[in-house]
């Protein structure tokens, strides 16, 4: 039985509403960083790899990966592209040789920390401009939407 007492068609109306506007967002905030960064902008897929290793020091390639709902093959090819540019370096493991971990590059915790607080200055900027009311609603959501994003996400399931 649904958690929700809400209508399927009220469901559906948030559902669409969802994907309209959050991808929206996403590329609103990524249009400003790219004009506005002193440097070249990098691939989504590059630049979520870069916020995860900063985030677990010393993942492996294969946790990356999961964790970022992408092929093993393909994190390694981002890791190839990053290591080429400086900005992530690989560390054999010191029991099976096999395994890599991943290490930002000071370049790439510049970097990665310039483009957050771009963002955050943008959304800082943003919230600003909006009524007591809606600030209110969207602190609200946060925590409905990373559950709705924990549902989703398949290691859930």
Same mark, same amino acid.
């Given at each position: ?9 009220? +469901?559906?109306? +948030? ?11 996403? !590329?609103? +905030?990524?249009? !400003? ?27 492996? *390639? ?7 709902? *992408? ?22 493991d010191a ?8 290490h930002l ?8 920390a310039e *483009? ?21 609603? +969207? ?19």
């Amino acid at each position: 039985m649904p958690a929700s007492s809400a209508s399927g068609q009220d +469901i559906r109306r +948030i559902a669409s509403g969802l994907t309209a506007v959050l991808p929206a967002l996403h !590329r609103a +905030i990524d249009r !400003r960083v790219v004009q506005d960064l002193p440097f070249p902008g990098l691939p989504d897929g590059q630049l979520a790899l870069l916020r995860y290793v900063a985030e677990h020091d010393g993942v492996t *390639v294969r946790a990356a990966a999961d964790a970022l709902l *992408v092929k093993p093959n393909n994190v390694s090819a981002l890791v190839t592209q990053l290591a080429a540019q400086g900005l992530l370096e690989r560390r054999q493991d010191a029991v099976d040789k096999r395994v890599a971990h991943l290490h930002l590059t000071a370049k790439a915790r510049r970097r990665v920390a310039e *483009v957050d607080s771009l963002v955050d200055g943008y959304l800082v900027e943003a919230l600003h401009a909006l009524s007591d009311g809606d600030l209110d609603a +969207i602190g609200s959501a946060l925590g409905a939407l990373r559950g709705l994003a924990q549902r989703i996400h398949p290691a859930a399931h």
